[in-house]
């Protein structure tokens, strides 16, 4: 008779959700500055290349290991980059059609600007930093023509 499979044991699942809990609370954001940069399926130069970014293109580090950082972008692609690809320059992109960027934190300020999807803004000011008046929920960003403003962060992807 067949040995049937064992089902997924409760206390492996407890185990793997705290574990990505533990990993999505402690999310860091950086922007790749390198053009081209390379993301692979494997931490080695040999393994196979998956995508070319364009400069400033924020990811979400996952883990770090012996100069390779494996990353996820704002389209949920994972891969490995070669640390040394990575700056601490923040950037943000827009995830939402159209981001409307506003003169100030509030829903009736006026319009500073839309930016589209998949447009990169320049974090203006540290969202966490004590000095930051932003209210929550709201990030101040700078487009690369000048134009500042504040934005909502379910708008963009990077922080």
């Not at 409760?10 to 993301?39: K, M």
């Not at 990811?59 to 070669?82: C, H, M």
């Not at 509030?106 to 447009?119: G, I, T």
């Amino acid at each position: 008779m067949p040995r049937r499979a064992r089902p997924f044991a409760p206390r492996a699942a407890v185990v793997a959700a705290a574990l990505a809990a533990a990993v999505a609370h402690a999310a860091e954001f950086r922007a790749s500055v390198e053009a081209p940069t390379l993301l692979y399926d494997a931490p080695s130069a040999r393994a196979r290349p998956l995508f070319v970014y364009g400069r400033d293109v924020p990811f979400e580090v996952l883990v770090s290991v012996e100069g390779w950082t494996k990353v996820r972008d704002a389209g949920g692609a994972i891969g490995w980059i070669a640390a040394k690809g990575l700056a601490d320059r923040r950037t943000l992109v827009v995830r939402v059609p159209v981001a409307e960027v506003r003169a100030t934190p509030d829903d009736a300020a006026p319009l500073a600007f839309r930016a589209e999807q998949n447009v990169l803004l320049e974090l203006a000011e540290p969202a966490t930093s004590p000095a930051t008046t932003v209210a929550p929920g709201w990030v101040k960003v700078r487009h690369r023509d000048g134009q500042t403003g504040f934005v909502r962060l379910p708008q963009v992807f990077g922080l």
